[in-house]
């Protein structure tokens, strides 16, 4: 039901990306992007704290967080790119920055970086997690 303020089309918006956002292997990805030293890790990165869930289901993941404007995928320019690095990341949107901090779910991103900051890295993930990334 709609109100007069808020057409039915954006409170059906927030709903979907309320249940996008808030299925439990999305909402770990949104935690560990924002727990992230720069806020936009790349799918390597993010499937090294997932262990536990595949590369192929964190993609799947990510996509519906795309799809739904919460998390938008940078890539870093060609003239910027080296070999072996990694060029695409994925950060919170502002459109979704904004709908996370409206609906409190921005409150332990501190929290969230300092856990970040405590994993035990391999070698390969903090070469990944020092690569250049985009401007945003």
Request: charged share 30%; glycine share 4%.
């Amino acid at each position: 039901m709609s109100t007069p303020d808020e057409p039915a089309s954006t409170l059906d918006t927030v709903r979907e990306r309320l249940n996008v956002v808030t299925q439990e292997t999305r909402f770990s990805l949104v935690q560990d992007i924002l727990g992230h030293p720069s806020g936009l890790p790349t799918l390597k990165e993010l499937d090294y704290v997932n262990p536990s869930k595949s590369q192929t289901t964190i993609r799947q993941h990510l996509q519906q967080l795309v799809e739904t404007g919460i998390v938008e995928e940078v890539e870093l320019p060609e003239d910027r790119r080296q070999n072996d690095l990694p060029y695409k990341f994925y950060g919170i949107s502002e459109e979704g920055r904004q709908f996370l901090d409206d609906h409190k779910l921005l409150r332990a991103e501190e929290t969230l970086q300092d856990i970040y900051d405590q994993v035990e890295k391999t070698t390969e993930i903090e070469r990944y997690e020092s690569a250049p990334r985009p401007e945003r």
